[in-house]
Structures are given as C-alpha cells and as structure tokens.
C-alpha cells in the first residue's frame, strides 16, 4: 500500500533513484593545499561585507540535515545524511540591505548559480561539510557546498567561495546555458529554451 513516507512520493516525476552518489560538474575539481588561502565571501546588497576564513568558519556551530537529492540529469538520491552549517547560522554575521532579493552562489573557477533569497534562506537549505559521515571529497565540493535540496542538485554549488545578495535575478553558469532559472523538481523545471 501506498504510504505518505514510501519512495514513491519521495521522487519527482522523471527521476530515477540511485544507491551511488555520481559527480558532476563542469570544469576541474579544485584540490587544495593551503586553507588559509580560502576565503567564504559574503557581499553585494549588504551593509557591510563579511569574510569567513577557513579556521573561522569551520568552528561556525554545526547541524544534521538528512534530506533527498535530485539531479537535473534524472538520478535522485534518497535519505542523505548531511553535517553541516545553518545558513542561519551564518547570517547572523551579516546584515541585508532591504533591496536584497536574489542570490549568486560563486565556486572556485568562476563557476555560479542564481536563486530567489527565500530559497536561500530556507531552513532546509545550509552549507554542507560531511556526507554520510565522512568529510566531503574534492569531488563532492570539499570544504564546503552549498546544499539547497528543495531544488535540482545544480543549484547546489560545490566548491563554494562566495554570496552575492542581489536586487534582480541573474542567471548562473548552467542558467545561461540553458537550465531553468529557478529549477523546481516536482515541476520538472529542468530547462528553458525560449
Ligand atoms: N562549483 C560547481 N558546483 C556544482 C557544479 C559545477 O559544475 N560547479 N555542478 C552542479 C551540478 S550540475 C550537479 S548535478 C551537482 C552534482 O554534485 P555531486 O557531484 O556532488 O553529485 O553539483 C552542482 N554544483
Ligand atoms: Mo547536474
């Protein structure tokens, strides 16, 4: 019998469940020898900017998320059990300006993905530091992604090094290739081609 709890209402139309955890991404995986060279920057629409180095924000309080995933690329990955930081957490650190609307989450290379700042601020939404238990891989965006489950997992910015509080929205890297600029799972809002 069906249940409100069963996997059927757990996986968006289109979707697929995997066991494995693939890795995507465009461009190279960033390997890192010397932490106190990163930085976590949050600016744009705020009254001041706020820097967090590495040893900083690794001493930020931290939570469990568990939560599913869902990738455009049609693998959903169920019942993940996440260590991270409350975006929260982080906020309270940083102080908006009123016209503050959208965000631009900025990775390593340049690479970034837009979302309204009510997805952002959602408390679903944090910065992931372990998966499962163990200290995110380079390839799963050591030290820290951002993880907004609630929408396909390419709004989810791997190798995060920056926040941009925004008045408009603008699209991100995929968005300006095509992806949909908000990207709703359960409505299937994979792309959007004019
Ligand atoms: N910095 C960065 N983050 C990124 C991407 C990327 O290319 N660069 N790809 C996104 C996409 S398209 C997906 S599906 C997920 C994949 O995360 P995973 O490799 O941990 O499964 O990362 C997202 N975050
Ligand atoms: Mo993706």
Redesign the pocket.
Known sequence: MAHPTSADNRVPPGQTVTTG???????SVPYYNDMSKWDLRIFGLVEEEVRFTYDEFMKLPRAEFRND?H???TWS?LDNIWEGVAVETVMQRVKLKPEAKFVMLH???G?T?NLPIEDFLRPTTFFGLK?NGEI?TP???YPV??VVPHL?????????RGIEFMDKDKPG??ERNG?HMYGDPWKEQRFDFD
């Open positions: 955890f693939p890795v995507l991404h465009h461009g995933i990738c455009v690329t990955k990775a390593e290379h690479w993905t998966h995110l390839e799963h965006g992604r951002m396909y997992f390419w709004k989810s910015a791997k190798w995060l890297f995929w992806y």
